[in-house]
């Protein structure tokens, strides 16, 4: 009897006493140290993501004075400028797809850090691509802090500390963060969003409407900046929006108002594309009506047909809409707490401000989520998944109804609730004991990048040269050249290469498993890729063909680099 009292004693200390801080920080601290050097250090490989490395290569280009420019030229952009009218950039190629947020964010970290500088072969991983993963990861943590004060000022400290741990072991945050996206940017954004949508709340349940308004708009403000940092960020908003209308008082001045806002922080970015290429949305815009799969052809073509794009639309949006209920606990990070947020609204929550603002998340969700289906998201750290942007606040209010659930069943031993805790953190802890425990994934992202075989071709060009690839965007971050999208056709490769569309003549081609690893037959012989099998396959006669001298590269010659000369025997200072 006297050892349960010595443990029960011990168990309070640690949950209520002094002891409780100095465990509770230091088990915190181990655990952000420990995850942060081991996914940084041990699990990165390099960026992953193709739209990383675009957001990548424009933020140096601002770092160097360059502006909003781009490297990565997509042959619809071409096109786009000139149904404009618009004369096409011979030097600085103006950005019609990417939100600025990010780029201009690592821009400002590349002039302090000397990151962005030319990639030496030598390097394995990128130092760019690792500082880039690094402010992710700083975001990440910056939001798992908010949200820790976000859950104790609507549940309690207890909660807030379990479900700040919850987001801290769930691996998906991490391999978002790894993957230099600006989702750990958005998260960041959105946190302090849901922070003073909450003391909004508050304010109007303390009958303090000046105080109160003033909150809204600056929750307001924070989405324009998310959707500075994402496109998708609009349905985020709308669906705030909606919330605001029906939550605040007065209702119209509110939602005016918020709206009002919003538009001020995003109306530059639409009027800045807008002034470029006649359209508000870039290229950004012209992906939104296409079917599945059409994105890729839509974007190579110098002559889009907007109209066969759409075609099966209606379907896409179904399918896509679908998928991501189906993938909703996935895309979660099978995070079990997170998911219990959707029960959460079944449960008449005493906390008035608690109970309100969960319908604020609710219908940001949805909105985000017909938008993730109109720009067919997919599962996984993607560039258009958000829906990782809501897991915190979901686990909080998870934490909350299963903590009521058990309270329900009447065991109301500490060390009881203690073990029901730790089983689902470790429920929650999984994928990531998997992850870092699964072995080496090898050193680079194979296939299809291998930093040091694309950042050499920035050794045999010029920086005024330009080039050709299936995968422009890692040419542009890691050769730091500007380097066209391959064309839809041969002939529009030669018509942009011929008529210098880009101020110069095409000097090479650069062909990866991006295009060699796809299906034979559906997409290489008689698909996207049939103008382009002969060179994919390197069975092609190129005579008449402006690049004719080809080296087969490493690993295995899966890549091969066709050229207008010799360049790699030619010797450089």
Request: net charge neutral; with cysteine.
């Given at each position: 009897m006297a050892e349960e009292t010595r443990?029960?004693?011990?168990?309070?200390?640690?949950?209520?006493?002094?002891?409780?801080v100095v465990v509770r920080t230091a088990m915190f601290t181990a655990l952000i140290v420990a995850l942060t050097l081991l996914y940084l250090f041990v699990q990165f490989r390099g960026l992953p993501n193709e739209a990383a490395m675009d957001q990548a290569q424009i933020a140096r280009n601002m770092a160097d004075g360059n502006g909003f420019t781009t490297n990565f030229i997509r042959p619809i952009a071409i096109w786009q400028l000139a149904s404009a009218k618009k004369d096409i950039p011979t030097a600085e190629f103006p950005e019609l797809n990417q939100a600025p947020l990010w780029p201009f964010v690592n821009s400002l970290i590349f002039r302090a850090t000397g990151a962005s500088a030319k990639m030496d072969i030598k390097d394995v991983v990128y130092i760019g691509d690792r500082v880039i993963a690094a402010s992710a990861i700083f975001f990440f943590l910056l939001s798992v802090g908010i949200g820790f004060f976000l859950a104790r000022r609507l549940f309690d400290t207890?909660?807030?500390?379990?479900?700040?741990?919850?987001?801290?072991?769930?691996?998906?945050?991490?391999?978002?963060?790894?993957?230099?996206?600006?989702?750990?940017?958005?998260?960041?954004?959105?946190?302090?969003?849901?922070?003073?949508?909450?003391?909004a709340l508050k304010a109007q349940?303390?009958?303090?409407?000046?105080?109160?308004?003033?909150?809204?708009?600056?929750?307001?403000?924070?989405?324009?900046?998310?959707?500075?940092?994402?496109?998708?960020?609009?349905?985020?908003?709308?669906?705030y929006a909606v919330f605001a209308a029906l939550a605040f008082q007065p209702r119209v001045v509110v939602a005016l108002m918020a709206v009002a806002l919003y538009l001020g922080v995003v109306s530059p970015?639409?009027?800045?594309?807008?002034?470029?290429?006649?359209?508000?949305?870039?290229?950004?815009?012209?992906?939104?009506?296409?079917?599945?799969?059409?994105?890729?052809s839509l974007t190579r073509s110098l002559n889009p047909d907007m109209r066969a794009a759409s075609v099966g639309f209606k379907n896409k949006l179904r399918t896509a809409f679908t998928d991501q209920a189906n993938t909703l606990f996935a895309n979660l990070g099978a995070?079990?707490?997170?998911?219990?947020?959707?029960?959460?609204?079944?449960?008449?929550?005493?906390?008035?401000?608690?109970?309100?603002?969960?319908?604020?998340?609710?219908?940001?969700?949805?909105?985000?989520?017909?938008?993730?289906?109109?720009?067919?998201?997919?599962?996984?750290p993607t560039a258009n998944q958000i829906t990782i942007i809501f897991l915190p606040v979901m686990v909080y209010f998870g934490f909350a109804f299963l903590l009521v659930l058990w309270g329900r069943l009447d065991f109301n031993t500490p060390l009881l609730r203690l073990g029901f805790l730790g089983v689902v953190l470790f429920a929650i802890s999984l994928p990531l004991i998997f992850t870092l425990f699964a072995g080496s994934q090898g050193r680079v992202q194979w296939p299809p990048y291998i930093p040091p075989y694309i950042g050499i071709l920035g050794k045999w060009t010029e920086p005024e040269e330009v080039l050709c690839s299936d995968m422009p965007w890692a040419v542009a971050w890691y050769a730091d050249r500007k380097c066209l999208l391959l064309p839809d056709t041969v002939s529009t490769f030669n018509e942009i290469s011929d008529y210098r569309l880009l101020g110069r003549s095409i000097v090479g081609l650069y062909l990866t498993p991006v295009t060699g690893n796809r299906p034979f037959i559906s997409e290489i012989v008689k698909g996207p890729y049939k103008e382009w099998a002969g060179f994919i396959m390197r069975t092609v006669n190129l005579r008449g063909f402006s690049l004719q001298s080809v080296l087969p590269l490493p690993i295995e010659g899966e890549c091969v680099f066709y050229a207008d000369r010799n360049r790699w025997d030619e010797k450089r200072e």
């Open positions: 443990v029960q004693h011990l168990i309070h200390s640690l949950e209520q006493g002094i002891l409780a207890r909660l807030a500390l379990v479900g700040s741990a919850a987001v801290l072991l769930t691996d998906l945050c991490w391999q978002f963060s790894l993957s230099g996206l600006p989702q750990m940017l958005m998260l960041f954004l959105f946190m302090l969003a849901l922070y003073a949508t909450v003391e349940e303390a009958e303090r409407r000046a105080l109160c308004v003033v909150l809204v708009g600056v929750a307001a403000i924070l989405l324009g900046l998310l959707t500075l940092a994402h496109g998708l960020g609009f349905w985020v908003f709308l669906g970015w639409l009027i800045r594309n807008y002034a470029v290429s006649d359209n508000p949305f870039g290229v950004a815009g012209y992906t939104l009506a296409t079917y599945r799969g059409a994105e890729a995070n079990i707490a997170a998911l219990a947020f959707f029960f959460s609204l079944l449960h008449p929550f005493r906390n008035r401000v608690a109970a309100s603002f969960r319908w604020a998340i609710f219908s940001m969700w949805i909105f985000s989520a017909f938008g993730m289906a109109l720009f067919d998201a997919a599962p996984g």
